[in-house]
């Protein structure tokens, strides 16, 4: 059964330095998404991407973030300048088209030191 | 403003008795309902969704959950469980008012199945 794919699994990071998480989507899918949980607390949308282009962000996403799919298969995660409050686990999720259902990776947690 | 409410923090129930994890929700329009599993250091896992239909929706694992418009509910249930279950489990909402399909997530429910 094909399934999303993230990596690394965990990243550690100083803060103030730059981040990429990585996404594999489910290869026919068209939507994508992450995600952000802060340990111990609910999921919380960031950012939505369709046809090469961000087609919604939450309040969370600033400037700091930025999301690409550089080729054909990865879709990726961004962050510039890290901080103390990145530290989360990032989930990244697609979908396909004709479907509501999103399908989810197994996370990246990131530490900021 | 679209959202869901997990009431529980924790629901502890005994291996084979059945279970109930709630989820209420508030929304604009028609609900589209979801719930997912996260196990430890795993990602979320589709469990199953409602959009129109039947108000019993069936999914993955043995688990089911009943779709109830005038209590604004949606929750998950399983006739016996298994100590397998024990899981972090997610009620999200579609966001209907946006155009991308994001979800809106409740706080969680942690189930613990107990031998």
């Known amino acids: 059964e094909p399934e999303v794919t993230q990596t690394p699994s965990h990243q550690v990071t100083q803060m103030g330095q730059e981040v990429i998480l990585r996404c594999v989507p489910i290869s026919n899918h068209l939507y994508f998404y992450w995600y952000r949980q802060i340990l111990g607390q609910k999921v919380e949308f960031l950012v939505s991407f369709y046809n090469n282009e961000i087609s919604e962000k939450s309040e969370i996403f600033d400037d700091q973030f930025s999301v690409e799919r550089p080729d054909g298969s990865n879709f990726t995660l961004k962050i510039r300048s890290t901080k103390l409050e990145d530290s989360a686990m990032y989930f990244c999720?697609?979908?396909?088209?004709?479907?509501?259902?999103?399908?989810f990776g197994p996370g990246t947690r990131l530490t900021v030191l | 403003a679209q959202s869901v409410a997990q009431p529980e923090d924790q629901v502890n129930v005994a291996e084979g008795n059945p279970l109930t994890v709630k989820c209420t929700y508030s929304?604009?329009?028609?609900?589209?309902l979801f719930w997912y599993v996260q196990y430890p250091n795993r990602g979320l896992q589709f469990l199953l969704k409602?959009?129109?239909?039947?108000?019993l929706v069936k999914g993955s694992y043995g688990f089911e959950a009943e779709f109830n418009k005038s209590q604004t509910s949606f929750h998950l249930k399983k006739p016996s469980a298994l100590v397998s279950d024990s899981a972090l489990y997610f009620c999200?909402?579609?966001?209907?008012?946006?155009?991308?399909?994001?979800?809106?997530f409740g706080t969680g429910t942690r189930l613990k199945v107990l031998a």
């Open positions: 999200a909402v579609r966001d209907g008012a946006s155009g991308t399909y994001k979800y809106i």
């Open positions: 929304v604009s329009g028609n609900p589209y």
């Open positions: 999720a697609s979908r396909g088209g004709q479907t509501d259902t999103q399908y």
């Open positions: 409602y959009i129109t239909g039947d108000n």
